[in-house]
């Protein structure tokens, strides 16, 4: 179980996070939403301890400040939001680096990097190199590479940013496997919102707004405050109304 | 207003400008009275306006030179570095420490003659030329180029006897050293500059030509160029019967060679062995760096270090 | 891949061997291989050999094979890590000031004894480095953009006290300027012991980092979120590499070249991963170095600056490889 208590967060005289209290439960899906510079990636990079904060942030009990960050990365993996690398790294090399909080070995855990390459759906690419492979293979391969980590929580900043329509369909699937995993998706998609499961945590100006399932009855009114815009909704699913 | 103001100024300095263009126009020599044109070390054909009544020289060599044939009065201004004869350091300096003469130093001295080494560099020479100074450049590649160069001086300044004196001077002092040396055979010299890496002075140089002067063989011969690095292979290789260090190398006495990092390999040198080892101090050095009057003093030092008994 | 790279560098290896039995075959004084064998067996087997083939070969020429061998390595293995940590293909070893502040101290050295230019060259170097460090630390954590601009305003700053010595004061000018542009001409059989103790500082170091190393080229917010310490894996390798540089550098002058492109020369040919490019850039870097300082201690016209010929040679080899590779 992860426990934020008054988590606040400044960049200079600006504040990111705002006094922000969150649990979140082991194996719990969360989708974060929030409008651009609400303080969603700051709140990632919080847990990841990527960032100078105030306030606690506990992971089962114990403050995570101050731990060794490999301990850290046992208990808590990142899917960054997808890079371009001019690096030639394998895709096999660059999964197995999500193996260095466990061992600083090279292919000691094999079997575990081919099993994770078949659960996303890239086996067959191993031996590429990560700077020939399309958007949604990249995203992919990051995506295994923080499953790899075998982590009970697992952060994912905008997981179907820049991608097609049928990577963001293969990685929303992906992502809606993680059964037992405590997830944290950032996502600005409508896709993700109703592919996923699990509950929703609004954020603006460094606050949470909303906490609750999608269908809350508050969720729609929210959701159209926060990003003060029209939302429509047709039994569940989200979409874009044409003005 | 702002406009006529900036065209008030721009006038205002134009009429100025040509003001000193034209003053500076009639300031020009107009007839020159008799002149002499000659040849320096460079190649280049120099015309001097006679007489010389004020010199400045811009290096040392230049400066012995002048005194040596009789001409040291004319002098106004000279180095930092000249230390011969003493009255020389008296003298209004132009060059300091880097040994580059300031320009304005040298024309404010309004001097008839400049004489120079090529360590100054051809931007000044031809500053000077441009302002109608002579630049006299004389770089002694060997002992007999001094002495055209001092016959030349003496032409220019109107010592031909002085220095025709002068010559016949060195050249006696030259051959009764060759003559003593005659009968011995040649002792193998190692000239170290700076031991490490081991600049030694190369078949082009001057020194070279005081080494083999003085009936040394030179190690080096070989080498190109008139400074080159000699590999401590090749030292060894060629065992030197004889070394001489210039000052400045660091090096002060025999413990350099026989107790450094590298005395496995000058223990077993022949000169190391034999004890025939000759360290400049500064005056010494300053004979063999300075090809001039002084020259014959490295001539004789050199010869006595090589063939002692030929002196007793 | 895998076992090409295994290959490769074992042949790595077979080369630097190679190269090192071939050096000691050149040089100015020309020796036949007959003369060599011989020689070696009179002196293993103490049967009086001849002094000058033997103080040529075993006090001049191997010395300085294996001063070129080790400062080979050290420099390959220091620019390899800089480039990375600074993920940065124009890095070198010199690039947090160490060649700056060494060429003040050496010129400090050649004013007041020459004798003094090692020391105060290596003091004067990791005075340099210290700045740079102070100037570029944030958050208890070196900034590597700082690091660079700190670096290179260092450099200037010691470049032009440096400058300014040499013209004003420095009698000597040829000892300053071959040692600036280095040379393995003084080596000993004391400076590789020396600098073997560095080098066996420096390369087991790099080799258990360099895991650490694969990752921090995705960045140092990914490395950290993998569970890599960043900041200490960035102090202890920046450090180490500076001060074993500005050792190499205090005995055998600024040697260029070698640092910047030995690592580019084996990614062009094992791959980005640390893996193998921890052994395969210093063992480039050796071959490289071996082979330019046997040449410049073998011209005939007497020795040139050694870094004069690493360019010649580093340069045209990465041109190959940078447009082969486009090709392809």
Redesign the interface.
């Known amino acids: 179980m992860i426990d934020i208590h008054g988590l606040t967060v400044r960049y200079g005289k600006k504040i990111a996070l705002n006094n922000l209290d969150l649990r979140v439960g082991d194996g719990e899906h969360l989708i974060l939403m929030g409008p651009n510079g609400s303080g969603k990636t700051t709140l990632l990079?919080a847990l990841?301890?990527?960032v100078?904060y105030d306030g606690t942030i506990s992971l089962n009990g114990k403050s995570t400040n101050g731990i060794?960050?490999?301990?850290?990365?046992?208990e808590?993996?990142?899917v960054?939001q997808i890079?371009s690398?001019p690096?030639?790294?394998?895709v096999k090399?660059f999964v197995s680096?999500?193996l260095?909080?466990l061992s600083?070995?090279?292919w000691i855990e094999d079997e575990r990097i081919h099993k994770v390459l078949s659960d996303v759906g890239i086996d067959e690419l191993k031996?590429k190199?990560i700077n020939t492979l399309s958007g949604g293979e990249l995203q992919k391969a990051i995506i295994a590479?923080a499953l790899v980590?075998d982590s009970n929580y697992i952060l994912m900043d905008e997981p179907t940013a820049h991608l097609d329509i049928r990577s963001t369909q293969e990685v929303l699937e992906v992502v809606s496997n993680f059964k037992d995993k405590g997830t944290i998706i950032v996502s600005h998609d409508l896709n993700a919102l109703n592919k996923l499961g699990g509950s929703v945590l609004l954020i603006k100006n460094g606050e949470i707004v909303f906490k609750g399932m999608k269908d809350d009855p508050d969720f729609k009114g929210r959701i159209m405050d926060t990003f003060e815009t029209r939302i429509g909704e047709i039994g569940g699913f989200f979409y874009f109304p044409l003005s | 207003m702002n406009l006529k103001f900036i065209a008030l100024i721009i006038v205002v300095v134009v009429i100025i400008a040509s003001g000193f263009y034209v003053y500076a126009e009639t300031q020009k020599p107009k007839s020159q009275q008799s002149s002499i044109t000659v040849v320096d070390d460079l190649g280049r054909s120099v015309n001097v306006s006679l007489p010389v009544k004020r010199v400045v020289s811009m290096d040392p060599s230049d400066t012995q030179m002048m005194y040596a044939i009789g001409a040291g009065s004319l002098l106004v201004a000279d180095t930092s570095f000249d230390w011969w004869p003493a009255n020389s350091t008296l003298l209004p300096h132009v060059a300091m420490d880097s040994g580059v003469a300031s320009v304005e130093q040298v024309v404010n001295m309004t001097p008839d003659l400049v004489l120079a080494t090529t360590i100054q560099t051809s931007q000044i020479i031809d500053q000077l030329q441009n302002l109608s100074i002579p630049v006299l450049v004389f770089e002694p590649q060997n002992i007999s180029n001094i002495y055209t160069d001092m016959m030349t001086l003496g032409k220019v300044t109107g010592h031909t006897s002085g220095a025709t004196a002068e010559v016949n001077h060195m050249k006696s002092v030259i051959s009764n050293v060759q003559t003593k040396i005659a009968n011995y055979s040649k002792e193998s010299l190692l000239y170290m500059m700076w031991p490490n890496p081991i600049y030694t002075a190369g078949p082009t140089s001057f020194i070279d030509n005081v080494i083999t002067t003085a009936g040394g063989a030179n190690i080096a011969e070989n080498l190109s160029g008139p400074y080159p690095v000699i590999s401590l292979e090749q030292v060894v290789a060629d065992n030197p019967q004889t070394i001489i260090v210039d000052n400045n190398t660091g090096v002060s006495n025999m413990t350099y060679f026989t107790s450094g990092n590298q005395s496995q390999i000058w223990d077993n040198i022949s000169a190391i062995k034999n004890d025939r080892l000759l360290i400049f101090n500064v005056t010494e050095s300053n004979w063999m760096n300075e090809p001039g009057p002084l020259t014959i003093y490295a001539v004789q030092m050199v010869a006595q270090f090589l063939y002692p008994q030929a002196f007793e | 891949?895998r076992f090409s790279n295994y290959l490769f560098t074992v042949f790595l290896v077979l080369l630097t061997v190679f190269n090192i039995l071939v050096s000691l075959s050149i040089g100015p004084v020309h020796i036949p291989i007959q003369a060599i064998l011989k020689n070696i067996y009179l002196y293993a087997f103490n049967k009086g050999p001849d002094w000058t083939i033997t103080t040529i070969l075993f006090y001049i020429r191997l010395p300085r094979i294996v001063l070129a061998v080790i400062i080979g390595m050290i420099l390959g293995v220091s620019g390899l890590v800089i480039q990375t940590i600074f993920k940065n293909p124009l890095g070198d070893p010199y690039l947090t000031g160490v060649s700056s502040g060494a060429a003040v101290g050496a010129a400090i050295g050649f004013l007041v004894s020459p004798f003094l230019v090692p020391v105060l060259a290596f003091v004067f170097a990791m005075t340099a480095v210290g700045i740079s460090f102070l100037i570029s630390r944030s958050?208890g954590e070196v900034n590597t953009e700082m690091l660079i601009l700190a670096g290179v305003s260092v450099s200037f700053l010691f470049s032009a006290v440096a400058s300014y010595i040499i013209y004003l004061k420095v009698a000597n000018l040829r000892g300053v300027i071959f040692w600036l542009l280095g040379g393995l001409y003084g080596a000993t059989w004391t400076d590789d012991f020396w600098l073997f103790l560095a080098l066996m500082v420096i390369f087991p170091l790099m080799v258990y980092f360099r895991?650490?190393l694969?990752?921090m080229?995705?960045?140092d917010?990914?490395a950290?979120?993998?569970?890599?310490?960043t900041a200490r894996v960035k102090t202890v390798v920046l450090l180490i590499s500076s001060l074993i540089t500005s050792l190499a550098v205090s005995v055998v002058g600024i040697i260029g070249f070698i640092g910047l492109v030995s690592p580019h020369i084996g990614r062009k040919i094992v791959?980005?991963?640390h893996?193998f490019l921890v052994f395969v850039a210093p063992l480039i870097g050796a071959n490289i170095l071996l082979v330019s300082d046997t040449i410049a201690r073998s011209t005939p016209q007497g020795e040139i600056p050694v870094g004069i010929i690493t360019s010649f040679i580093g340069a045209p080899v990465l041109i190959y490889l940078l447009y082969r590779r486009r090709k392809i």
């Open positions: 990079r990841l301890g990527l100078r060794a960050r490999r301990e850290l990365a046992r808590i993996a990142y960054p890079f690398t690096y030639t790294f394998t090399e680096m999500g260095y909080s600083r070995e090279w031996e190199t590479r980590q | 891949m958050d895991r650490e694969d990752i080229l995705m960045g917010e990914q950290k979120s993998l569970g890599v310490n791959g980005e991963s893996r």
